[in-house]
């Protein structure tokens, strides 16, 4: 095999195609989309709860103080008993009375026989639907949110941005490890017909935590009309 | 034409061969695809629908012009800094447990992709959709070497279980019905009792490929983008079989084609945004997974990337050609053009088809076969107009038409080629007015023979046949535009 030589030769190759006069520099590329979105917060998350529910996702709001009961509520909702969490979540949250496994290196097989999966996420984008995951220990090994097929993934307001460029200016430092979800897994590859569940978790649970609302005790709660 | 119908018997058309080397030249290509009504039924209901979508998302993007600059302006940029972003990512990618492979053309990249699965024992391995991997012809090289690839992609295992090629770059099995699709599972997964509806076949799809999934310890899968920055890899998905493949398996292949470089992290904030809208209409796709190299208890603890020349560095030299490697491979191009909607992507013989691979394609075989696809356009600019790159295909297509006609003339065999030899004599004719005008009379005195009623010429004889065979031609009139300038100019008083 001539591998050195292939890289090698490549390189010249495209070093002589590209030898011509520069471009403009990597810092002055024009950047004239939208960087920050103008809604309001109660907006902002208004317009992630229908982004979110057109992918047929659920998604129910709640205080920081509800959170436990808002978690207990959604799992004994899905009719499941066994879960799966990632090692780092706060210990509250996984309610007695469910059948916990905590992953600290579980087996593709033991996860596979969870009923679902509870997780944190890093963020989320309103415009688009979007949950980030960055997979730390709070959001879970990638396995723990893919063979499940019932994920409940709590979301904290401030964590939620409007738009794509906001998300990727509180990233300071690149992550490793990065999964963007944007509903759940779907195919519309037989004539068009979009169908939820493929391969990934065919049940998408959100809970939006309204951490916002304790820091601006003066905002209303229009938000939280239709929760489910 | 006729809706998308429970018809068992569509007209047959011949295996589609999708290797530019030995496709059909693209007119003799589509014509027994023109007369199978039901492909064409069931491309222009796919490519209908996902035109619909995107326009509608689109539209609501105010800021989507701004975006293809800037997206144009990334994808330039790392183009004219290509050298260096590729040894960036080889670096980081290296630093973060990565093995950079190089592979200078399709042979050299099958070559070291077998070798990586030999080392592993592979019998079989698991592979996400990648458009790179059929185009170094990679399914039959693994199959000749004893391991089974075992597509995962929905609409990649309705192709393979029913020995049919891919004909949309995004939706590759769009020229396939509900119907055809019951009929290749019930009978390749022997299930006699599944319903039609897409709902049952997608359940049916994901019974059969879980296990394998939870079994298969090697994966393969393309690229969407390579982040020089972090030496990560990005794949854009729907399904969620990608992250099966780059999550479960033991040894993780991915293939790429050099130009696929980002510089940065954050410049996904870009192309994120324009491909999903793009591609399927859609403000972003399910899933888009990204990682560096590898990461200890998460996911593939073995990986490779193959980075793939195969003619790109040529293209690259290449003034007006370069802006083909901007492309990011939507398919919007497809979904728009009126040749791609009548002919599906079979007639263009590669797995890129429609207007970036009546470019792409001829390039990558250095102009030495597909000759026939940058005439396979009407230079109407609809892929122009949609690209979110700012691909302009016309100008790539009209400076390969050039270089085609150029590489012809120059054959000796071609000297009495109807078509050169009549090139020449008008030539000559367009080249003084006199000669032109007696052209025109005598045009016009010839042809009014088969010139009917309405104005039009339906049917010529002779080397004419091969102009009326599919198109009329406009009746020469019977005052030209300088006859009748110069009695008006005497009528003046």
Same mark, same amino acid.
């Given at each position: 095999?001539?591998?050195?030589?292939?890289r090698?030769?490549i390189l010249?190759?495209?070093?002589?195609?590209?030898?011509?006069?520069?471009?403009?520099?990597y810092? *002055?590329?024009?950047? *004239?989309?939208?960087?920050?979105?103008?809604?309001?917060?109660?907006?902002?998350?208004?317009?992630?709860? *229908?982004?979110?529910?057109?992918?047929?996702?659920?998604?129910?709001?709640?205080?920081?103080?509800?959170?436990?009961?808002?978690?207990?509520?959604?799992?004994?909702?899905?009719?499941?008993?066994?879960?799966?969490?990632?090692?780092?979540?706060?210990?509250?949250?996984?309610?007695?009375?469910?059948?916990?496994?905590?992953?600290?290196? $579980?087996?593709?097989?033991?996860?596979?026989?969870? *009923?679902?999966?509870?997780?944190?996420?890093?963020?989320?984008?309103?415009?688009?639907?979007?949950?980030?995951?960055h997979h730390?220990?709070?959001?879970?090994?990638r396995?723990?949110? $893919?063979?499940?097929?019932?994920?409940?993934?709590?979301?904290?307001?401030?964590?939620?941005?409007?738009?794509?460029?906001?998300?990727f200016?509180?990233c300071t430092q690149p992550p490793a490890l990065a999964t963007?979800?944007?509903?759940?897994?779907?195919?519309?590859?037989?004539?068009?017909?979009?169908?939820?569940?493929?391969?990934?978790?065919?049940?998408?649970?959100?809970?939006?935590?309204?951490?916002?609302?304790?820091?601006?005790?003066?905002?209303?709660?229009?938000?939280?009309?239709?929760?489910? | 034409?006729?809706?998308?119908?429970?018809?068992?018997?569509?007209?047959?058309?011949?295996?589609?061969?999708?290797?530019?080397?030995?496709?059909?030249?693209?007119?003799?290509?589509? =014509?027994?695809?023109?007369?199978?009504? +039901?492909? /064409?039924?069931?491309?222009?209901?796919?490519?209908?629908?996902?035109?619909?979508?995107?326009?509608?998302?689109?539209? !609501?993007?105010?800021?989507?012009?701004?975006?293809?600059?800037?997206?144009?302006?990334?994808?330039?940029?790392v183009?004219?800094n290509l050298g260096d972003y590729l040894e960036q990512f080889e670096t980081n990618c290296t630093a973060a447990g990565g093995i950079v492979h190089w592979?200078?053309?399709?042979?050299?990249?099958?070559?070291?992709?077998?070798?990586?699965?030999?080392?592993?024992?592979?019998?079989?391995?698991?592979?996400?959709?990648?458009?790179?991997? &059929? !185009?170094?012809? =990679?399914?039959?090289?693994?199959?000749?070497?004893?391991?089974?690839?075992?597509?995962? #992609?929905?609409?990649?295992?309705? =192709?393979?279980?029913?020995?049919?090629?891919?004909?949309?770059?995004?939706?590759?099995?769009?020229?396939?019905?509900?119907?055809?699709?019951?009929?290749?599972?019930?009978?390749?997964?022997?299930?006699?009792?599944?319903? #039609?509806?897409? +709902?049952?076949?997608?359940?049916?799809? /994901?019974?059969?490929?879980?296990?394998?999934?939870?079994?298969?310890?090697?994966?393969?899968s393309g690229a969407n983008f390579l982040i020089a920055e972090t030496g990560s890899v990005a794949i854009?998905?729907?399904?969620?079989?990608?992250?099966?493949?780059l999550?479960?398996?033991?040894t993780l292949i991915a293939l790429a084609g050099i130009e696929k470089v980002l510089p940065r992290y954050r410049d996904l904030?870009?192309m994120?945004?324009?491909?999903?809208?793009?591609?399927?209409?859609?403000?972003?796709?399910?899933?888009t997974s990204l990682w560096s190299g590898v990461v200890p208890?998460d996911g593939p603890q073995r990986f490779h990337v193959v980075l793939l020349?195969?003619?790109?560095?040529?293209?690259?030299?290449?003034?007006?050609?370069?802006?083909?490697?901007?492309?990011?491979?939507?398919?919007?191009?497809?979904?728009?053009?009126?040749?791609?909607? +009548?002919?599906?992507?079979?007639?263009?013989?590669?797995?890129?088809?429609?207007?970036?691979?009546?470019?792409?394609?001829?390039?990558?075989?250095?102009?030495?076969?597909? +000759?026939?696809?940058?005439?396979?356009?009407?230079?109407?600019?609809?892929?122009?107009?949609?690209?979110?790159?700012?691909?302009?295909?016309?100008?790539?297509?009209?400076?390969?038409?050039?270089?085609?006609?150029?590489?012809?003339?120059?054959?000796?065999?071609?000297?009495?080629?109807?078509?050169?030899?009549?090139?020449?004599? &008008?030539?000559?004719?367009?080249?003084?007015?006199?000669?032109?005008?007696?052209?025109?009379? =005598?045009? /016009?005195?010839?042809?009014?023979?088969?010139?009917?009623?309405?104005?039009?010429?339906?049917?010529?004889?002779?080397?004419?046949?091969?102009?009326?065979?599919?198109? #009329?031609?406009?009746?020469?009139?019977?005052?030209?535009?300088? #006859?009748?300038?110069?009695?008006?100019?005497?009528?003046?008083?």
């Amino acid at each position: 095999m001539s591998a050195t030589s292939s890289r090698q030769s490549i390189l010249a190759r495209i070093r002589a195609a590209t030898a011509g006069p520069a471009s403009l520099p990597y810092a *002055d590329l024009p950047r *004239d989309y939208t960087h920050h979105g103008a809604l309001p917060t109660d907006a902002v998350l208004h317009l992630l709860t *229908d982004r979110l529910r057109e992918y047929d996702a659920e998604v129910s709001e709640c205080s920081p103080a509800n959170l436990v009961a808002t978690i207990a509520d959604r799992l004994r909702a899905s009719g499941r008993h066994k879960f799966v969490a990632p090692p780092d979540l706060p210990a509250d949250w996984l309610v007695p009375g469910f059948d916990w496994a905590i992953d600290n290196n $579980l087996t593709h097989d033991q996860i596979e026989l969870c *009923d679902g999966v509870l997780t944190a996420a890093f963020a989320a984008v309103a415009d688009s639907g979007t949950i980030v995951l960055h997979h730390s220990a709070t959001e879970g090994r990638r396995v723990l949110t $893919l063979l499940p097929d019932w994920h409940l993934c709590i979301l904290r307001s401030s964590q939620i941005v409007e738009t794509l460029p906001e998300y990727f200016a509180r990233c300071t430092q690149p992550p490793a490890l990065a999964t963007f979800i944007s509903g759940p897994s779907a195919t519309a590859d037989i004539e068009m017909t979009r169908i939820k569940g493929v391969h990934g978790p065919r049940f998408l649970n959100v809970i939006l935590v309204r951490d916002d609302l304790e820091s601006v005790p003066h905002r209303n709660q229009a938000g939280s009309h239709d929760r489910l | 034409m006729t809706g998308p119908s429970a018809s068992s018997s569509p007209a047959r058309t011949p295996a589609p061969i999708l290797n530019p080397v030995h496709a059909l030249p693209f007119p003799q290509a589509a =014509l027994p695809i023109l007369r199978n009504t +039901q492909l /064409r039924a069931n491309v222009a209901h796919a490519t209908d629908v996902i035109q619909a979508k995107r326009a509608r998302l689109v539209q !609501e993007k105010s800021d989507w012009q701004a975006l293809r600059t800037a997206a144009a302006a990334i994808r330039d940029n790392v183009l004219q800094n290509l050298g260096d972003y590729l040894e960036q990512f080889e670096t980081n990618c290296t630093a973060a447990g990565g093995i950079v492979h190089w592979a200078a053309d399709a042979d050299e990249a099958r070559h070291i992709i077998l070798d990586i699965l030999r080392h592993e024992n592979a019998s079989e391995v698991i592979k996400i959709k990648t458009m790179t991997s &059929a !185009e170094i012809q =990679l399914n039959p090289a693994l199959q000749a070497a004893g391991i089974d690839p075992i597509e995962t #992609d929905l609409a990649e295992l309705i =192709l393979q279980l029913g020995d049919d090629e891919p004909s949309h770059i995004v939706v590759p099995a769009l020229h396939v019905n509900r119907f055809q699709v019951r009929e290749i599972f019930a009978r390749r997964m022997g299930l006699t009792n599944l319903a #039609d509806d897409p +709902q049952a076949l997608t359940a049916a799809a /994901r019974a059969h490929l879980r296990k394998k999934f939870l079994s298969v310890p090697t994966a393969i899968s393309g690229a969407n983008f390579l982040i020089a920055e972090t030496g990560s890899v990005a794949i854009v998905e729907s399904e969620g079989n990608g992250r099966m493949c780059l999550t479960l398996p033991r040894t993780l292949i991915a293939l790429a084609g050099i130009e696929k470089v980002l510089p940065r992290y954050r410049d996904l904030e870009v192309m994120l945004q324009i491909l999903a809208r793009s591609a399927t209409g859609e403000r972003m796709n399910p899933y888009t997974s990204l990682w560096s190299g590898v990461v200890p208890n998460d996911g593939p603890q073995r990986f490779h990337v193959v980075l793939l020349d195969n003619g790109r560095s040529s293209i690259l030299a290449r003034p007006v050609e370069r802006q083909t490697l901007r492309c990011i491979r939507c398919a919007a191009c497809q979904n728009a053009c009126p040749v791609y909607r +009548q002919t599906g992507g079979h007639a263009y013989g590669s797995v890129y088809g429609g207007p970036i691979g009546a470019i792409l394609t001829p390039q990558l075989m250095h102009l030495e076969h597909a +000759q026939s696809l940058p005439f396979a356009s009407s230079l109407c600019g609809a892929c122009y107009e949609v690209c979110p790159v700012k691909i302009n295909i016309p100008e790539v297509l009209i400076e390969l038409r050039a270089q085609v006609t150029d590489l012809e003339r120059r054959h000796t065999s071609r000297i009495f080629d109807p078509m050169y030899l009549g090139m020449r004599i &008008a030539n000559s004719l367009f080249a003084n007015a006199s000669r032109f005008r007696i052209a025109q009379r =005598l045009g /016009r005195i010839t042809l009014r023979p088969f010139t009917r009623k309405d104005g039009w010429i339906h049917s010529l004889p002779s080397l004419g046949s091969r102009w009326t065979a599919s198109r #009329d031609l406009r009746g020469l009139p019977n005052q030209t535009f300088r #006859d009748w300038w110069s009695a008006r100019q005497k009528e003046k008083p």
